[in-house]
């Protein structure tokens, strides 16, 4: 597969197949985007541009690189086409910020200027030395006939620069090269490293024959690098991009940094599997005198494990130390078509920034949005205690949707009427939500939102839960994200997403979290046990025209216990 082909990813790729030759882009003034609900806009209406979704001004986006806490500002890296907004050109783009929500955009970091980076400066990560010094080791192409992948370091020209305006890139590179008999086109993409017994590691992507790779490196000294004997881990899963390996506390929420080890301490292995195009991770324990991870769950290979079940990769975490926390922060791709994106000069986003940790099961992480975001909230809108009967639906109004963070609180009268659950589908939680979408009635549920949704409820994009009873009489949750009914626009991607949601919902209780942010829609449910983000292109239910329902298509009467909406403002974003 070729570079631009896997940046795109199979569903972009689907629609570049049928979009061949078409030209149905027509650009409209910001003004005609606004016009009366009954005249639908294009997709490319500066409407849809997102609010307070981290992005630059213009062109193409995808990994972010790097992330880290230095001298008071949060630094973020990411994968950039500085002439265009498709996949190519590749920069590390970099901008700062106090919060992770204001950024401020300066100039990149790191550009095609040696050899063994001039044909693309890849995805990389950041460590901070024990003397303070920020190292990043990325991922450069050397070779213009083929994707040859090498590894390269570069350090800050000043230190004493908060900013790290600049970036300096010793002789001495290449740091790592691949070694004969390795596949030299999938070897890429090093993680942050970690010290332990006298020596740093760092894993590096990679793939043999059919197998997934997590290489480890070695060094004393962060410049001469060996390849341990075994990966840290494999599978038989296709090419690893972007692993991620870091240590999460047994319990609390704390984050650790990457270095800290001992009894109290699980730890966690992401891989961006690039024949599917999603993040899965496995929790486990590491012996860093075997050099081998070993996940918790024997079947933990088979990827049953995402950080997100909709549209976010390439993801990477960072131990932030001014809140003693790890945050995660994830690639979101358009999907709409390529013309689609070369029209509205810009192409892609990154997830609100997600503080994790280890659940008290110890058998998943659980996400939530920094808190930071809640800045950005205004006056907030307020429904309790209100039933939302069979097939029934209100809207919340008093705030404009189309940019907004909702929490709700739901209470199932009832969960006698759980409809039963095929175990055929345990597997595939996406599979039965999308035969059971949100307009399938069902016994309890599905109930939820219906967001970014016009007023005659032509468009709207439903996020739901939905409760099963299996064979041994335990419910099952399924979240589920449905754009099917998105949109008027055509040519656009519109899977629906779903994850099941590892909670006992005995009780009747469940939560849900939406941040809403014109073509995005990102949510948390129970409290960050399962998220999903969607991108979605409404035609009319954009702007001022957006409204947000609660519905129930369920037998089971349900109550919204609590929902408090804010309209967000927008923050600081890289200038735009
Ligand atoms: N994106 C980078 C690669 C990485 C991929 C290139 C993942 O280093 O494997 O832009 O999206």
């Known amino acids: 597969m070729g570079a631009q082909q896997w940046a795109l990813g199979p569903w972009a790729l689907l629609l570049l197949v ?46 972010p690189n790097g992330p880290m806490y230095y001298k008071g500002w949060y630094h973020l890296f990411y994968q950039y086409n500085p002439k265009g907004a ?19 955009a300066l100039e990149a970091a790191i550009k095609p200027d ?34 040859y992948q090498v590894q390269n370091i570069a350090f800050p020209k000043d230190k004493s620069d908060p900013l790290l305006r600049e970036w300096v890139k010793p002789g001495y590179n290449p740091i790592i090269v691949p070694e004969p008999g390795m596949n030299v086109t999938q070897f890429r993409d090093p ?28 060094s004393r000294d962060f410049r001469h690098w060996v390849r341990a004997k075994h990966p840290l881990h494999s599978a038989l899963t296709g090419m690893w991009e972007c692993p991620d390996f870091f240590p999460v506390p047994k319990s609390g929420q704390n984050g650790l940094d990457t270095s800290e080890f001992g009894d109290k301490v699980k730890y966690v292995l992401k891989s961006s599997l690039d024949l599917t195009r999603y993040d899965y991770y496995t929790i486990g324990t590491y012996n860093n005198k075997t050099e081998r991870y070993v996940p918790d769950d024997p079947n933990g290979d088979y990827h049953r494990l995402r950080y997100d079940y909709g549209n976010f990769y390439a993801s990477k975490t960072f131990f932030d130390p001014a809140k003693r926390r790890r945050v995660l922060l994830g690639w979101a791709n358009e999907s709409d078509s390529v013309p689609d994106d070369k029209a509205k000069g810009w192409a892609g986003i990154h997830a609100i920034p997600r503080k994790i940790w280890l659940d008290p099961s110890g058998k998943q992480l659980l996400q939530w949005p920094i808190e930071e975001v809640e800045q950005l909230r205004g006056k907030p809108v307020s429904v309790g205690d209100k039933v939302v009967k069979s097939g ?19 209470e199932v ?27 399938e009635k069902g016994g309890v549920g599905p109930f939820g939102l219906w967001v970014l ?124």
């Open 18 to 63: 049928q979009l061949a030759g078409a030209s149905h882009v027509v650009h409209r003034s910001l003004e005609a985007a606004a016009a009366p609900a009954s005249v639908p806009a294009s997709i490319v209406s500066p409407l849809l541009r997102t609010g307070y979704h981290f992005q630059p001004p213009m062109n193409w986006i995808n990994d």
């Open 86 to 104: 498709v996949w190519g050109n590749i920069v590390w783009a970099h901008s700062v910020s106090r919060d992770l929500i204001n950024w401020i």
């Open 114 to 147: 040696i050899p063994s980076d001039q044909y693309g400066c890849w995805s990389g990560s950041a460590t901070i030395l024990p003397d303070g010094t920020p190292a990043i080791v990325y991922t450069g192409i050397d070779r213009p006939d083929i994707n």
């Open 191 to 218: 993680t942050t490293a970690w010290f332990a017994d006298g020596h740093w590691r760092m894993l590096i992507g990679g793939l043999r024959d059919t197998r997934g790779m997590a290489y480890v490196y070695r």
């Open 392 to 410: 029934e639906h209100f809207e919340v109004t008093g705030l404009g949707s189309y940019q907004a963070d909702v929490e709700v609180s739901f």
């Open 413 to 439: 009268s009832s969960l006698d009427k759980a409809e039963p659950f095929d175990p055929a589908f345990s597997n595939d939680a996406q599979k039965l939500c999308g035969i059971k979408g949100a307009d």
């Open 453 to 576: 949704a016009s007023a005659n409820l032509e468009e709207k994009t439903a996020v739901f839960f939905r409760v099963f009873k299996d064979g041994y009489g335990k419910h099952v949750v399924l979240m589920c994200t449905d754009p099917t009914k998105s949109s008027l626009s055509p040519d656009l991607y519109k899977p629906t997403f779903a994850g099941f949601v590892d909670t006992d919902i005995s009780s009747g209780k469940i939560s849900l979290r939406s941040l809403i942010d014109r073509s995005v829609v990102e949510s948390f449910g129970a409290r960050g046990k399962t998220c999903i983000l969607s991108r979605v292109y409404p035609s009319i239910a954009i702007g001022q025209n957006a409204h947000l329902y609660v519905f129930n298509n369920g037998e089971a009467d349900i109550k919204v216990s609590h929902l408090t909406a804010w309209e967000m403002k927008k923050p600081l974003m890289n200038g735009a």
